[in-house]
C-alpha cells in the first residue's frame, strides 16, 4: 500500500483534504479580490481629489479671465480714454470728473462686491493717479509699482502680485489694462488700474469647498499661503526657507507681511519642492503645517492666470480609512475562515464517519445475539436514518407485543420538546433583532447629529470670518469712540466660534479615532496651565493655591486635549465664584494612579443637580446669568475618560466645588527606550 493510500485510505482522511482544498481556494479568491478593490478605491479617491482642486483652480482662473474682458472693455469706454487726452484745466472740472469717476466705478469685477474693490483708477503714461475712487491717491505718483511698467512696457492686461500693505487697506492685488489712443497707431497713453481686496479670492474658495470635508490652501509666487480653510493662524506665512537677504528683497517689494523674520516665516521644504515640481495637476503626500504629524493626501494645481499654487488635501489616515479597515477585515475573515474550516472539516468529518464506526460495532454485538443493544442515533442524515432503520429492526425483534399507546406517548413527547425548543429558539432571535435595531437606531442619531454639527460649523465659519476681517476694517475707519462697538462685534463672534469650536470637539472625541499621545509630566503641566490661563486668574482677581506632589508622575496624554479638559473646569471655577476667588490645585498618588484636585470656594452645585453637571448643554444656572454652553465639563469628561482615566464631583450649594481627576501612571522609562514619537523634550 502506497503512502497516499495509507493517509488518504479513511473517508475522513479523504473529506477533510476536500474541504480543506476548498476553503484554500476561496482564501485566495477573497484575497486577490480584496487587493483589487484596494487598487481601485485608491485610484478613485485620488481621481476624486483631482476633480476637487482642478474645480477650484478653473473657478479662480475663469474669474480672473471674466475680469480681464470687463477692464478690456473699460479701456475702449470714451470718457475715459477723453480724460486721459484731457488737458489739466478741462480735468478740473467737477462735472467732468465725476461723470468719469462714474465710469470708472461702473467697472466691477465677477462676481461684484463693492467691499472688495479698494480702488479703480486712472494713471498717465508717467504713473501720476489722475483720477481714482479713492480720492485720496489722486495725485499719487505710482510709476514705480510693478503692475504700471508690466501694463505700459508689456501692452496687455496685467495681474500684480499680491502686496501686502496695512497702510493701504490690507492685503491685495491689482489688474492693470493699457489705455491706447483711438486712432491708429493706438500708442498707449496710460494705465487703468483697479485695487482689488484678497477676500474675494478667500471667498471664492471657500464657497467652493462649503459642506466638503475638505482642506483647502492656496499659495501665491512666494509660497505665502493666502488662503486656508483649517488654519488661520498661518495665514500670509511663507512656507519657504528664505535667507535675511531674500526676506528683505520680498518686504521692499510688500510682497511678504510686515512681520518679524521668525514669525513671517513657517518653511515646510517638501511642500515647496512638490509645488515647484508641478505640472498642472498632480497627487502626492506630504504635511501642510511646519510641526504636523498626520500626513496629509494632497492634489495640487498650478493655476493659469497667475503664478499661485492651489492644494486640496485630506488626512492620510481619513483617506484610507476605508481601504484599511475592508483590507484587515478582509484579513480576519481570511483567517477566521481558515481556522473555523479546519475546525470544521475535523468536526464534520468525524460527525460523518464517528456514527459508521458505532453502527458497525452495534451490529457485530447484534450479530451475536444482544438484540436489546441499540445504535446511538446523532443526525437525520443517511447515516442517522440507517441507525433507526437498524434500531427499528432490533425494537420490532425485541419488543414485538410493545403497545401502540406507548409508541405514540414517546412521539408526542419527542415533538413537545422540540417545539419547546422552537419556542425557545424564535424568542431569543426576537430579542436579538430589537437590539440590533436599538442599536441602528442609535448609531444613526449620532451620525446625523454629528453631521449638523459639522455641517454647521463649516457654514458659519464663512460669515464669521468675513464679520472678524470686516469688523477689523472698520474699526480702522470708525472714530476713537465708536471703535469699541467693533470690538463687541468681534467679541461676540468669537463667543459664537467657541461654541461651534466645542461641538466640533465633542464630535471629534465621539468619533473615537485614534489620538497620538506623549508623556506628561502632571506637576509640570499643571504649572503650564496655570500660566497660560494667568490673565484669567487676574482678570478674575483670583487667588491660586498649588500643592503639587507629584513631581516625579508622568502620564499618557495628548497635551493639547488634556489642556483643554483643564481650561474647561478652572473656567467654570471662576464662572461660579464671586470676587475675591480662591482655587486650589493639589497632586497626589495612590497606588498606579496620579489624581489631580482642584478646588474653588463657589456657590456650589446643588445635590439633585450633581448627576446631571456631565451631561451635554446642562447648566447648573438655569437663569443663564453666566455665559456658557453646558460643554466645558461634558468635554473635560470625554477627554479624561478617552486617556483611561475618571473625573468625579462633589459639591454643595454654596460651599463650593471640588472636581477630582484620576489618571493612571505611565511606566518610567529612559528617554532611550521610548519611541522618538514619545520622547517630549524638556530643553
Known sequence: MSIIE???????????????????????????????????????????LVVNVSQIANRIDEFNQRNKQVFNVGTRLPDIIGYLQADEMVRSDPDFQERTRITLDSLDIEPWDEYYILSQAILDRNGINI?????????????????????????STTIAPIQYRPERSGIYFYYAVPLREPDPPNTIIGVLRMQIAIATIQNIVFDAVKGQDLNVALFDQNYVRVVDTEHEELLFRSIAQLSGEQIKTLRNKYAIP???????????????????????????????????????????????????????????????????????????????????????????SRRITEPIRTLTSVAEQVAEGHLHIKAPITSSDEVGTLAKTFNLMTTELELAHATLEERVEKRTQELSEANEKLKHEIAERKRYEQQALELALEHERRR??????????????????????????????????????????????????????????????????????ERVQIDAFIKTVCTRMNSAFQQ??????????AAETWVMADPEQLFVAFQNILDNALKYTDEPAEIMISTFTLNDRVS?????????????????????????????????????????????????????????????????ISLKISAVLQDSQLPPSLVKSDR
Open 6 to 48: 495509507r493517509l488518504f485510505g479513511s473517508i475522513q482522511a479523504r473529506l477533510l483534504a476536500v474541504l480543506l482544498g476548498i476553503t484554500l481556494l476561496t482564501v485566495v479568491i477573497v484575497i486577490a479580490f480584496n487587493q483589487w478593490v484596494r487598487t481601485q478605491f485608491i485610484a478613485g479617491a485620488d481621481s476624486a
Open 131 to 155: 483720477l481714482d475712487t479713492a480720492r485720496d491717491n489722486i495725485g499719487n505718483d505710482e510709476s514705480h509699482e510693478e503692475y504700471f511698467r508690466a501694463a505700459l512696457l508689456g501692452g
Open 258 to 348: 510686515p512681520l518679524p523674520d521668525d514669525e513671517v516665516i513657517k518653511p515646510i521644504p517638501d511642500l515647496v519642492k512638490a509645488l515647484t515640481n508641478s505640472s498642472r495637476v498632480r497627487v502626492t503626500s506630504g504635511y501642510l503645517t511646519p510641526d504636523s504629524t498626520q500626513e496629509q493626501r494632497i492634489a495640487i494645481a498650478k493655476l493659469t492666470t497667475v503664478p499661485w499654487y492651489l492644494v486640496v488635501s485630506q488626512p492620510t489616515a481619513q483617506y484610507y480609512q476605508s481601504v484599511q479597515q475592508q483590507t484587515t477585515g478582509i484579513f480576519l475573515l481570511a483567517i477566521s475562515l481558515t481556522v473555523i474550516a479546519l475546525f470544521s472539516s475535523y468536526l464534520i
Open 448 to 517: 446625523i447629529l454629528s453631521e449638523f454639527i459639522q455641517n454647521a460649523s463649516h457654514e458659519f465659519k464663512t460669515p464669521l470670518s468675513i464679520i472678524n476681517v470686516n469688523s477689523h476694517l472698520a474699526k480702522r475707519l470708525l472714530p476713537t469712540e465708536r471703535q469699541p462697538l467693533m470690538d463687541i462685534i468681534a467679541e461676540q463672534s468669537q463667543h459664537v466660534d467657541g461654541l461651534i469650536n466645542r461641538m466640533v470637539l465633542m464630535i471629534r472625541l465621539d468619533s473615537g479615532s485614534p489620538t497620538p499621545l
Open 540 to 549: 478674575q482677581k483670583a487667588a491660586l493655591h498649588l500643592d503639587l506632589q
Open 596 to 660: 489631580i484636585r482642584i478646588q474653588d470656594n463657589g456657590v456650589g452645585v446643588p445635590e439633585e443637580m450633581q448627576a446631571r453637571v456631565f451631561e451635554r448643554f446642562f447648566r447648573a444656572d438655569k437663569a443663564y446669568s453666566t455665559r456658557g454652553f453646558g460643554l466645558g465639563l461634558p468635554i473635560a469628561k470625554k477627554i479624561v475618560e478617552n486617556f483611561g482615566g475618571t473625573i468625579e464631583l462633589a459639591s454643595a450649594a454654596g460651599e463650593g466645588t471640588t472636581i477630582t
